[in-house]
């Protein structure tokens, strides 16, 4: 009797082991994919944030140069008023 104690206590062990090596096994599988899930999302942060800063770079191109043509033109008509204004005999 008491070898079949010590034998079903030698067997909830070797139980008690395996269960503990399962949840330990688990544990670090979900933590490398919590790791790795982390790594995905700020991957997928730092793509979007470059992609937008594109853009925006893009779009402020964009508006300097039409401000920068808008600027040329206005400066354009302006010059040709003043000629227009200025009589040829008061040009020196």
Do not use: C
């Amino acid at each position: 009797m008491l070898k079949e104690i010590v034998g079903n206590i030698i067997e909830a062990e070797k139980a008690a082991e395996k269960t503990v090596a399962e949840a330990l096994w688990e544990a670090k599988e979900m933590n490398n994919n919590a790791v790795a899930e982390a790594e995905r999302i700020r991957n997928d942060a730092v793509r979007k944030v470059r992609e937008e800063r594109q853009m925006v770079i893009e779009t402020a191109r964009n508006e300097a140069e039409d401000s920068y043509n808008e600027i040329i033109v206005l400066g354009k008509k302006h010059a040709e008023k003043i000629l227009r204004q200025t009589a040829t005999t008061e040009a020196v």
